[in-house]
């Protein structure tokens, strides 16, 4: 098997350059927003005080719903095994139209921030605790994936250990 922790460099001056420059940039707005921009309360701080717009909300929940595997594996599978993939699509359109008008409202009129306090509100706190327990386990079998496979592209093109790049 071949080893994978030495990719053929791709990388220049440039791209190591606008790397570096990203991270930094995150490191700047994560500074800011820690030190001089604090949020009194939960609500201010998980929901933005309720009065973010509809753009920076739906960038938000994009953004953290495409992880490095999607972007890696999507033209993968299409590329495999052709266009049947797109019926996955199918569902991508109407699952966010029947969360719009079934579920959406619920919550709004509930004024709840979680699906956990859903859970509770509805059934009871164990319920919440068993719903809570499954998405931690699920995210600990899912997160060295997200991790790894970005770490395994950034190696191809860079050069750089995967052990390297998961540091940062």
């Given at each position: ?24 940039l ?32 739906t ?32 569902s ?49 079998v ?27």
């Amino acid at each position: 098997m071949e080893d994978l922790e030495e990719g053929p460099a791709m990388f220049g001056p440039e791209e190591y350059f606008v790397v570096a420059l990203m991270m930094l940039l995150s490191l700047v707005i994560g500074v800011y927003f820690t030190f001089w921009s604090r949020q009194d309360s939960y609500s201010e701080y998980m929901l933005g005080g309720r009065k973010m717009g509809v753009f920076p909300v739906t960038m938000s929940l994009v953004a953290s719903n495409i992880s490095g595997i999607a972007l890696v594996g999507n033209p993968a599978e299409v590329y495999s095994y052709g266009t049947l993939y797109s019926v996955v699509m199918l569902s991508d359109m109407v699952v966010p139209i029947i969360n719009i008008a079934m579920f959406l409202p619920v919550f709004y009129n509930l004024q709840l921030n979680t699906l956990y306090e859903y859970l509770e509100l509805r059934f009871n706190h164990d319920t919440r605790v068993l719903g809570s327990l499954i998405f931690t386990i699920s995210q600990i079998v899912y997160m060295p994936a997200i991790i790894y496979v970005p770490s395994l592209v950034f190696n191809q093109v860079s050069g750089l250990s995967v052990l390297v790049v998961q540091l940062f």
